[in-house]
Nanobody, 113 residues
């Protein structure tokens, strides 16, 4: 079964760090642009960061300088390193692939002030 499985969410205090992981199965991972999105309560899902097959990256302005997306093709895994977390980063974080378009089940990140 083709799927994406996220892990690494949790409850942290402002200023702390978390690393999210997304493991893909049964897709040609190295051909995929992989992305992290997030959705806060009452808000639309938004793109946080993405990484191309060649390693090119793009970030939402709100996370530039704090978050880093990376990929490990040998492990079919994409990561999101989140530093200096803020309460406004609280959301469910989702992993997404491009070929095919798949979404993970989401992992909750909660940042307390």
């Amino acid at each position: 079964q083709v799927q994406l499985v996220e892990s690494g969410g949790g409850l942290v205090q402002a200023g702390e760090s978390l690393r999210l992981s997304c493991a893909a199965s049964r897709i040609i991972f190295s051909f995929n642009t992989m992305a992290w999105y997030r959705q806060a309560p009452g808000k639309q899902r938004e793109l946080v960061a993405e990484i191309t097959p060649g390693g090119g990256t793009d970030y939402a302005d709100s996370v530039k300088g704090r978050f880093t997306i990376s990929r490990e093709n040998a492990k079919n895994t994409v990561y999101l390193q989140m530093n200096n977390l803020k309460p406004e980063d609280t959301a469910v974080y989702y992993c997404k692939s491009s070929r095919p378009v798949l979404w993970g089940q989401g992992t909750q990140v909660t940042v307390s002030s």
